[in-house]
């Protein structure tokens, strides 16, 4: 019976300690999110390609934010964008082979991905857009949309993943032109 009252206390230690240390601890892992260390990267509303770190040593850091491209057979490119202002289209031509696109929320969450097996022709040609500007893009479409897929997304801010494949080394100038030429931007009314 003596026993119960010294393991409440240490409990309650325990339990202070503990959030103690969680509480200390917050400053270290804050800003560590992908979406904050996309943002590191340089301006919005553009694609910015990956430093290729798949054959550099493994101290190397990839930048400010550790982003980095590890995978020799892919090159990546990442586009933040926030949707207040207007919605966000993606273009980019067929690519030299496979390519792939993810549109992620804030949270990192995966909101919708394509590749170029699932477009239209091989094209990269898609408007990520709130619900609101979804409803007023489908109420008085443009002729130039008639082909984009329309990305609701629910959020205003987020980013954007483009990989392309690069299955030999002589398909690394195509792939990173590619890249260079993909387009993320707001929707302009021309």
């Given amino acids: 019976m003596n026993r119960l009252p010294y393991a409440v206390l240490t409990g309650l230690i325990g339990a202070a300690l503990l959030h103690i240390i969680i509480i200390l601890s917050l400053p270290h892992f ?23 770190l798949s054959h550099a040593r493994a101290d190397t850091r990839a930048d400010a934010g550790g982003l980095a491209n590890v995978d020799p057979f892919l090159k990546v490119a990442v586009c933040h964008f926030d949707l207040t202002l207007a919605p966000i289209r993606l273009l980019a031509p067929a ?42 893009i489908r109420k008085a479409p443009g002729a130039a949309l008639t082909q984009s897929i329309i990305v609701e997304h629910k959020g205003t801010t987020g980013y ?6 690069v299955p030999a080394p002589s398909f ?18 021309d």
């Fill in 30 to 52: 804050t800003g560590r999110d992908a979406f904050t260390r996309v943002k590191m990267l340089g301006p919005s509303h553009r694609f910015i390609s990956l430093p290729d």
């Fill in 160 to 165: 954007i993943v483009l990989r392309t494949m």
């Fill in 95 to 136: 690519g030299p082979s496979f390519w792939s696109m993810a549109v992620y929320d804030q949270d990192s969450n995966e909101v919708f991905s394509m590749n170029d097996r699932t477009s239209v022709g091989g094209d990269l040609d898609a408007l990520v857009a709130s619900p609101v500007q979804v409803s007023q």
């Fill in 172 to 189: 690394s100038a195509q792939a990173s032109n590619f890249l260079d030429e993909a387009v993320c931007a707001p929707l302009t009314d």
